[in-house]
């Protein structure tokens, strides 16, 4: 049976909400860090954001990754690029866009932490009650029990053609994708999305 996940999709104005209320716990500890240490890829956007709204200039990257295709494990959690620049003796901010496992922000922070970093804190715009690691900061908790697959705006079209292609195999075509998606994964995709999808995903498979 294809295994299709409910959905919930974050809009720009939840982002900018989500970012505001990160700056502010931050602020309110008064940790503003001297550098963010963004997790790529899903941490690129609300490092950018939290640059802007702390004041914070530096930002340098580490990825860690656990989620491959979407809504699916890739086993273990692993890091596969180090620091992008130092933080040695610095106090540093690791953001991440959210902690469902954990696994990766744990990593990443861990991997700061052996760089020398003066002090450690992590921040994500969403934290899943299950999640095994959970940050200093987050704008956002997602009780375990309502676990929903969060689909950010800069995973959309990543996102979407993933679970396009698993709908595609209940129901095909457009319309079936589309069907399936709003019935199974509450996600209630425009037609004209779709449509641009199956140009470069097979919407009817053999």
């Known amino acids: ?35 963010l240490v963004g997790l790529t890829r899903g941490g690129w956007v609300p490092t950018r954001l939290l640059s802007d709204r702390l004041g914070v200039k530096r930002v340098v990257s580490v990825r860690a990754q656990h989620w491959g295709v979407t809504a699916t494990r890739d086993g ?15 106090d540093v901010l690791v953001v991440d866009d959210i902690t469902d496992t954990g696994e990766s922000l744990q990593l990443a922070v861990e ?36 676990w929903v ?10 996102d979407l053609a993933s679970l396009a292609s698993k709908a595609a195999q209940v129901a095909p075509g457009v319309e079936g ?23 470069y995903v097979t919407l009817d498979p053999k």
């Open 1 to 35: 049976m294809v295994d299709l996940p409910r959905c919930r999709q974050a809009t720009w104005e939840d982002v900018d909400r989500w970012a505001d209320r990160l700056a502010e716990q931050v602020r309110s500890a008064q940790h503003v860090p001297a550098t």
């Open 76 to 90: 273990k959690a692993e890091l596969t690029e180090g620091l992008s620049g130092s933080v040695t003796g610095e």
């Open 111 to 146: 991997h700061v932490r052996a760089a020398k970093a003066r002090r450690v804190e992590s921040a994500t715009f969403l934290h899943i009650g299950h999640s095994r690691y959970v940050p200093t900061y987050f704008a956002e908790e997602i009780p375990r029990d309502a």
């Open 149 to 158: 697959w969060i689909v950010f705006p800069w995973n959309y079209w990543e």
């Open 177 to 199: 994708v589309r069907t399936t998606l709003r019935e199974r994964s509450g996600w209630d995709v425009p037609r004209e999305d779709l449509e641009r999808v199956a140009r």
